[in-house]
């Protein structure tokens, strides 16, 4: 078995040792995953964590799936009071947001643990092609919204089925 050794430069030396070229070269390769358009990029499929670094709200979680005739979207907004959720969608997306209000502590109890979210939030979701954004449904109940985005019919896929000869 091999033994690594890792030599350490004396702070006075300009030499590069190998370890920190192999830190260096790490280092590029996760500036460049980063930098990638794709990981940046809001999908239908996600969000991009560069764009929740950038919000400094909560991130209620989503499921998205689809089928031949719509899209749906439902996603987890406990205590989120329904008339304070907004949705916006236009051809290319559609943008989820809301607020939760703190409750007013009680006096005289002590906390031990608080983790309830609180603030507000926003999810964006790119749409593709052929979602029907007039006819969009939504609605809440047990703390959970669900968002139907229908396909135009020209969108919606066609089944073909195979005769069998002979």
């Not at 040792?17 to 280092?27: A, C």
């Amino acid at each position: 078995m091999k033994k690594l050794s890792i030599t350490k430069r004396k702070p006075d030396s300009k030499e590069i040792t190998p370890y920190e070229q192999g830190l260096s070269n790490f280092q590029e390769l996760m500036n460049r995953f980063f930098d990638d358009p794709w990981f940046r990029m809001p999908s239908i499929f996600g969000q991009s964590l560069m764009d929740r670094n950038a919000f400094d709200g909560w991130w209620p979680k989503a499921d998205v799936s689809e089928n031949d005739k719509e899209i749906k979207i439902k996603m987890n907004v406990p205590g989120v009071d329904p008339e304070k959720i907004n949705i916006e969608a236009d051809a290319d997306a559609i943008v989820i947001s809301g607020s939760v209000e703190k409750e007013e502590e009680q006096e005289g109890e002590d906390w031990y643990r608080a983790e309830r979210e609180f603030g507000e939030f926003r999810r964006a979701f790119e749409l593709p092609n052929g979602c029907d954004v007039e006819n969009i449904e939504a609605s809440a109940k047990h703390g959970t919204l669900t968002i139907k985005i229908p396909k135009k019919p020209e969108a919606q896929k066609n089944k073909i089925s195979v005769k069998v000869n002979g």
